[in-house]
């Protein structure tokens, strides 16, 4: 009986292990062909540039700097009206639209092509809110080749057209860490669409 049970276990075990692999790469792979070089983007919407961790003197990281640079890029190259930042006010860890809103108007960019909404705490929430609170039904997502195809994906299954942009201006000290990071949260992703709606983390 009790190697029967151990059967049983370790197959839901395999059954498990099938199915977050073949989400997570769906996850992965499922947008791909919508992540564009500059010169093969369409005009959009809006241009969302979704938020990153900041310095402890409230500037932008180097990856968040990255993304805000590729984003002011194709607003001055006209691809969109808009320029949508998403991200952290503060009340989940730190504020990353201050820091962000900043960085774009010493930039050149206006006040009025500036959008901002402080609660995307997760990508989740920057997608979802893009779309239902915002009504960005279009647009170009500014983000790093290891966040883009999650973030396309989210953004997409939520009811946006999007394709993406990389922001990978350098090349970054921790990039193994947000990869693996990234991977493993791509098929938190898939639940978050197909399974379970999650709550804000505020």
Same mark, same amino acid.
């Given at each position: #009986? ?13 059954? *498990? ?17 919508? #992540?564009?070089?500059?010169?093969k983007l ?57 820091? #962000? ?13 500036? #959008? ?10 920057? *997608? ?26 989210? *953004? ?12 990978d201006e ?11 990071r990234d ?20």
């Open positions: #009986m009790k190697f029967k049970w151990l059967k049983i276990l370790g197959s839901l075990a395999t059954l *498990c292990a099938i199915i977050i692999t073949v989400q997570t790469v769906n996850v992965r792979s499922a947008y791909r062909d919508r #992540m564009l070089p500059a010169d369409e005009r959009a919407q809006a241009i969302i540039v979704l938020g990153a961790s900041v310095k402890p003197d409230g500037t932008p990281s180097d990856a968040l700097q990255d993304r805000l640079d590729t984003g002011i890029d194709l607003y001055h190259k006209s691809l969109a009206p808009i320029l949508f930042l998403t991200g952290d006010d503060g009340r989940f860890h730190v504020n990353e639209i201050q820091s #962000m809103q900043t960085y774009v108007l010493a930039h050149g960019v206006p006040q009025s092509a500036i #959008m901002t909404d402080g609660q995307g705490y997760r990508t989740y929430e920057s *997608c979802s809110r893009a779309v239902s609170i915002f009504n960005i039904k279009q647009a170009i997502l500014v983000t790093q080749n290891f966040h883009l195809p999650r973030a396309l994906y989210l *953004c997409n299954k939520l009811g946006m057209d999007a394709t993406g942009a990389s922001a350098h090349t970054y000290v921790r990039i193994i860490y947000f990869t693996v991977w493993l949260a791509s098929f938190e992703a898939w639940i978050d669409v197909n399974v379970v709606k999650p709550k804000p983390p505020v």
